[in-house]
């Protein structure tokens, strides 16, 4: 039986048919004419360790050029206005809401997506341990805000082992835990996870899912 594609976040991705070289997009839809540059301009996004030579609109969201120029669509569109956490990826190591990010200033950042997790950890062929931890806690319903969730939980994990400090521990308590500059009981997983949204209530089974791949 196949993956449940909820929980990977790639429900309706269509892996690229050329191997992953790099891609020029809508090289002859918008032309480099000087008109066309007052709107719109040359970019190389890199994403999920691809390089994709592209032209973007400069009112573009890095969300929109994702779904609609690149057929990743598992980064998804809740809000569109920074509220849910349904979009986000990774740039450049850190969290961020794609759908408030211009992708014209995305030029040469490393971006990952939830398509790129899987692999990510040397076997092409595997989940990322949250991915697997996911399934093995059911921590979905419907899996819109699955591919956010995993993303946001894989920045917050990093966060937090570099020392950020949250809500739920001040920063002068940041360094006395015993097992690192943030200890993350679940208390601390649901503040750091709070900026994402799960309508069908799944929470106490995605911070179980987080407890899994920290234990
Ligand atoms: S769609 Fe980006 S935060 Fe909701
Ligand atoms: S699993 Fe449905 S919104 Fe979270």
Redesign the pocket.
Do not use: I, S, V
């Given at each position: 039986m196949g993956t449940d594609d909820r929980a990977t976040g790639t429900a309706g991705h269509r892996p690229p048919a050329d191997g992953g070289r790099p891609r020029e997009v809508g090289g002859e839809a918008a032309e480099d004419t000087e008109e066309a540059l007052a709107i719109r301009s040359r970019v190389t996004l890199r994403i999920n360790g691809r390089a994709h030579s592209l032209t973007v609109d400069h009112r573009a969201t890095l969300l929109d050029v994702l779904r609609e120029d690149l057929d990743l669509t598992g980064a998804k569109k809740g809000c569109d206005h920074g509220q849910c956490g349904a979009c986000t990826v990774l740039v450049d190591g850190r969290r961020a809401n794609s759908c408030l990010l211009p992708a014209v200033a995305q030029d040469d950042r490393e971006i990952v997506t939830v398509e790129g997790l899987a692999g990510s950890e040397g076997d092409p062929d595997a989940l990322h341990p949250l991915q697997r931890a996911f399934l093995d806690r059911d921590a979905?319903?419907?899996?819109?805000?699955?591919p956010g969730?995993l993303c946001s939980a894989i920045g917050m994990l990093a966060e937090a082992e570099a020392g950020h400090p949250s809500a739920a521990t001040p920063p002068q308590e940041l360094c006395t835990h015993p097992n690192g500059p943030a200890a993350l009981g679940r208390d601390e997983i649901r503040e750091r996870l709070s900026g994402n949204?799960?309508?069908?209530g799944?929470y106490p089974h995605i911070v179980s899912a987080v407890e899994d791949v920290i234990r």
């Open positions: 979905f319903q419907c899996g819109y805000c699955t969730q949204l799960c309508r069908c799944a």
